[in-house]
């Protein structure tokens, strides 16, 4: 009997784009008009971030 594997390389897509989120999110962290709008630009980079690791540990095959 032959065993099939579906391999998937959904870890690799999510986290290039949430790493490409994370690079808008330091963008408007160094061209923010105000300390407001860095701090977002901020939080959304970490956000990104960390949902880029976690991407890859949840659809790690």
Known sequence: MATETVESDMSVGLALVFAALAAVGAGFMLVG????AMAWGFAVAMVAATL???AVQVYDS
Do not use: F
């Open 33 to 36: 008009g105000s300390q407001s």
């Open 52 to 54: 880029s690791v976690v």
